[in-house]
């Protein structure tokens, strides 16, 4: 029913930037907020950053004056810039949708997830 699909992930050298998109489709009648989660080889998935539809965001300790979120709740779209990549954000980067509301189930909310994208940092 909803689909979320990414783009933007690749290779880059350290100091450098990328820049993660996310797009969702759907009979979408809101999203409460979006995000971006990554994970890394043997470690737990993790929140990297976050942003409601009212423009309030938040971002792990490891990424804050590094990355920014952006969203377009027009376009039920959600962007991560990435500055200043450090070796140690590698990771697979997956696109989040939460408390997705329907048009045709007004009553009931559920998250979504992307597929995910790889980000790798090295030289």
């Known amino acids: 029913q909803v689909q979320l699909v990414e783009s933007g992930g690749g290779l880059v050298l350290p100091g450098g930037s990328l820049r993660l998109s996310c797009a969702a489709s759907g009979s979408i009648r809101n999203i409460n907020a979006m995000g971006w989660y990554r994970q890394a080889p043997g470690k737990q998935r993790e929140l990297v950053a976050r942003?409601?539809?009212?423009?309030?965001?938040n971002y792990a300790d490891s990424v804050k004056g590094r990355f920014t979120i952006s969203r377009d709740n027009a376009k039920n779209t959600v962007s991560l810039q990435m500055n200043s990549l450090k070796p140690e954000d590698t990771a697979v980067y997956y696109c989040?949708?939460?408390?997705?509301?329907?048009?045709?189930?007004?009553?009931?909310?559920?998250?979504?997830w992307g597929q995910g994208t790889q980000v790798t940092v090295s030289s």
């Open positions: 989040n949708a939460e408390n997705v509301v329907l048009y045709g189930t007004p009553w009931y909310s559920t998250d979504y």
């Open positions: 942003i409601t539809s009212g423009g309030s965001t």
